[in-house]
């Protein structure tokens, strides 16, 4: 079983910038051709943030359009959540996985992150 670890959360006040990162073991060769990730927010289901190809074409969801940014680093297996002007809607545990994107949508594949918690306080 592969693990994923996830780092970078914290608490940030509104407006500012956290950056979270996810590993995955050296040498780790996945057959699946994206990573994503999600977030879970209190009471409620957790969601696809943004999600990064292999190819690195990026997809996010509306709300963090303009404010996130995923990237990746290949040689590192590592991928990035670069998050500009939180607010307290961002409050959540993030998670990273891998999955499958095909035509604009992701699916999970088996292989996920412990989560970082992301508080963000007004």
């Known amino acids: 079983q592969v693990q994923l670890v996830e780092s970078g959360g914290g608490l940030v006040q509104a407006g500012g910038s956290l950056r979270l990162s996810c590993a995955a073991p050296s040498g780790t060769v996945f057959s699946t051709n994206a990573m994503a990730w999600h977030r879970q927010a209190p009471g409620k289901q957790r969601e696809l943030v943004a999600y990064?190809?292999?190819?690195?074409?990026?997809n996010y969801a509306d709300s963090v359009k303009g404010r996130f940014t995923i990237s990746r680093d290949n040689a590192k297996n590592t991928i990035f959540l670069q998050m500009n002007n939180l607010n307290s809607d961002d409050t959540a545990v993030y998670y990273c996985?891998?999955?499958?994107?095909?035509?604009?949508?992701?699916?999970?594949?088996?292989?996920w992150g412990q989560g970082t918690q992301v508080t963000v306080s007004s």
């Open positions: 996985n891998t999955g499958m994107a095909y035509r604009g949508t992701f699916s999970s594949g088996s292989f």
């Open positions: 990064i190809t292999n190819s690195g074409e990026t």
